[in-house]
């Protein structure tokens, strides 16, 4: 079945670095990918819908400078957090659709731990 | 906007019990319900997706049903294994495949 790999699984950085993580979908190509990110004890919230090829749409509240959304490839999307703070201390998760027969099943990366110092 | 409620927030069971998860909505204009697992610090399995205009799905010891007009939907899990023990998300997909999440059920099977 259709696979979303994301990496890193894990991040332990210091706070004003900058942190890269990449989501890719292994079995097919995904025009839209989605990026969340999930507090301890909290409910996953979407951040943004990442687009090939064109900018990424921000929900409410998420700032776009802080959160560098890249869609390069159909397969590829990266969300690079800038200046990482202790308060961006958060499980990122991406997700992506595969439609098969105009049914389109969201399928989920691992998830990355972020750690700011 | 849509809200997504889980109940209980967490749930401990003895292996072999039936039990049942909630999930509330608060609008009923949806695409579909899923049920996820989700494993500590790891991704999302989805285990069972509800078509709005379906009313149950079913999968091994899962059973799913959905409510739309009382904006709620049940996951009922038969004879509960430890294996079982993950936090349980209920998520509604509107247009654009965006999903708003609950705050998830974490259930606990003891041997």
């Known amino acids: 079945g259709a696979v979303v790999s994301q990496h890193p699984s894990r991040v332990i950085c210091k706070s004003g670095t900058s942190v890269k993580i990449e989501c890719r979908s292994l079995?097919?190509?995904?025009?839209?990918m989605f990026w969340y990110r999930q507090f301890p004890k909290q409910s996953l919230m979407l951040m943004a819908t990442?687009?090939?090829?064109?900018?990424?749409?921000?929900e409410q509240g998420v700032e776009k400078d802080k959160f560098l959304i890249n869609h390069a490839s159909l397969t590829l999307s990266t969300l690079t957090v800038t200046s990482a703070h202790p308060e961006d201390s958060s499980f990122y998760i991406c997700?992506?659709?595969?439609?098969?027969?105009?049914?389109?099943?969201?399928?989920f990366g691992s998830g990355t731990q972020l750690s700011v110092l | 906007k849509q809200e997504v409620t889980q109940i209980p927030a967490a749930l401990s069971v003895p292996e072999g019990e039936n039990l049942v998860l909630n999930c509330s909505f608060t609008?009923?204009?949806?695409?579909?319900l899923q049920w996820f697992r989700q494993d500590p610090g790891k991704g999302l399995t989805s285990l069972l997706l509800?078509?709005?205009?379906?009313r149950e799905q079913t999968s091994g010891r899962l059973n799913a049903s959905l409510d739309k007009s009382s904006g709620r939907s049940t996951l009922y899990i038969a004879a509960s294994q430890p294996g079982d023990s993950a936090t349980y998300l209920c998520?509604?997909?509107?247009?654009?495949?965006?999903?708003?999440f609950g705050e998830g059920t974490q259930l606990t099977v003891n041997p």
């Open positions: 997700s992506a659709g595969d439609r098969v027969n105009d049914n389109e099943k969201l399928f």
């Open positions: 079995d097919f190509q995904a025009t839209t």
């Open positions: 990442s687009n090939e090829g064109s900018k990424a749409t921000y």
């Open positions: 609008d009923s204009a949806i695409y579909n």
């Open positions: 509800i078509q709005s205009s379906q």
């Open positions: 998520a509604i997909e509107t247009s654009g495949s965006r999903l708003t």
